[in-house]
C-alpha cells in the first residue's frame, strides 16, 4: 500500500528517473531538436532546414544498408545482402517522400530565404556523396569540398577507395560462373563505374533463367533501389524547377540543367539494358 493508503497504479509509466530519460539517452532526441538554427525570419526556412536535416538522416540509414549489402555480397552471404537491399528500397521511399513538405514552394517562397543558404548546396552533402559512391558513381574532384573537415573527407576518401556495391555485386555473378570481364573485375576502384555489353549480356543469361532463382531476385531488388534512386532525383529535379527555374544554383552548380543531367543517368545500367534481351 502507498502512503496515502491507495494501491500504486500497476500500469501507469514509470516517470521518476534520476537524470535523463531512457528514451533521450538511446534517441539523443534533445540533441536532435536542437540542432535547428535558422538564419532569417521567414518561417518556411524551418521546414526547409528540417527536411533537409531529416534527408541526411535517411542517407545515413542508407549508407549503412548498402555497406551491410556489400559485404554480405563479399562473404557470399546473399540473404543477409537481400534482407539489406530490401530494407533500402523502404529507406528509400521515405526519403522520396522528405520532399513533399517542400516541393509546391512557390518562387517567391523559396527566394524569402534562399539567401540565408549562402554557398550551401546539396551537392556538398559527404553522406551523400557516399551514397553514389556506393552505387558506382566515383570522383575524386567530390572530395575537394570537405577538405576543410578532415574526419568527413577521410571517410569519404575510404568509400572512395572501396570497391562499390555494384562491384560486389558483378564478382558476386563471377563467382557463381558468368562471364564477367577481367577489365569489370579487375578496374579501378576509385573511377566511375561505365556500362560494359559483356556485364549486359551477364545480366540477360540470369534473368532467361529461373525466375525464383536468387539471382533473379537479386536483380529484382537492385532494380527497385535502381528505379527509386532515379525518381530522387527527378522529384529533385522537379522540386528545383518548381522553386526557382532556371537560374542558377546556390553553390554555383548549373541548377536545374545539372540536375536534368543528373536525372538521366540509370543506376546499375546494364540491369535496363539487359530487359530487351530477354
Do not use: C
Not at 111 to 132: H, V
Amino acid at each position: 500500500m502507498s502512503a496515502g493508503g491507495a494501491a500504486p497504479d500497476s500500469e501507469a509509466p514509470h516517470l521518476d528517473f534520476a537524470g535523463t530519460t531512457p528514451y533521450e539517452d538511446y534517441v539523443q532526441a534533445d540533441v536532435l531538436t536542437h540542432l535547428q538554427h535558422p538564419r532569417s525570419d521567414e518561417p518556411g526556412e524551418m521546414v526547409f532546414l528540417v527536411t533537409t536535416q531529416v534527408m541526411e538522416l535517411w542517407f545515413t540509414v542508407i549508407v549503412h544498408e548498402w555497406e551491410t549489402a556489400a559485404a554480405a555480397l563479399r562473404r557470399g552471404e546473399l540473404p543477409v545482402a537481400m534482407a539489406a537491399l530490401k530494407r533500402s528500397a523502404w529507406e528509400l521511399e521515405s526519403l522520396n517522400a522528405s520532399w513533399k513538405p517542400i516541393a509546391h514552394l512557390t518562387p517567391a517562397q523559396f527566394n524569402a530565404y534562399r539567401s540565408a543558404l549562402g554557398e550551401g548546396s546539396g551537392f556538398q552533402s559527404a553522406m551523400y556523396r557516399r551514397m553514389e559512391f556506393l552505387l558506382g558513381d566515383k570522383s575524386a574532384s567530390m572530395l575537394v569540398p570537405h577538405r576543410g573537415a578532415p574526419r568527413v573527407h577521410a571517410e569519404l576518401e575510404k568509400a572512395l577507395a572501396e570497391p562499390s556495391l555494384y562491384d560486389e555485386v558483378l564478382r558476386l555473378l563471377a563467382r557463381r560462373g558468368y562471364a564477367i570481364p577481367a577489365e569489370v573485375l579487375e578496374r579501378e576502384p576509385t573511377a566511375r563505374y561505365e556500362a560494359h555489353p559483356d556485364v549486359e549480356e551477364a545480366w540477360a543469361r540470369v534473368y532467361a533463367g529461373d525466375q525464383d532463382g536468387e539471382l533473379v531476385r537479386l536483380g529484382e531488388a537492385l532494380t527497385e533501389v535502381g528505379e527509386l534512386v532515379w525518381r530522387w532525383r527527378n522529384d529533385h529535379l522537379v522540386a528545383t524547377r518548381r522553386a526557382m527555374g532556371s537560374k542558377v544554383g546556390t553553390g554555383g552548380s548549373a541548377g536545374v540543367a545539372w540536375l536534368e543531367k543528373r536525372a538521366r543517368k540509370n543506376v546499375f545500367p546494364e540491369l535496363w539494358g539487359a530487359r530487351s534481351r530477354v
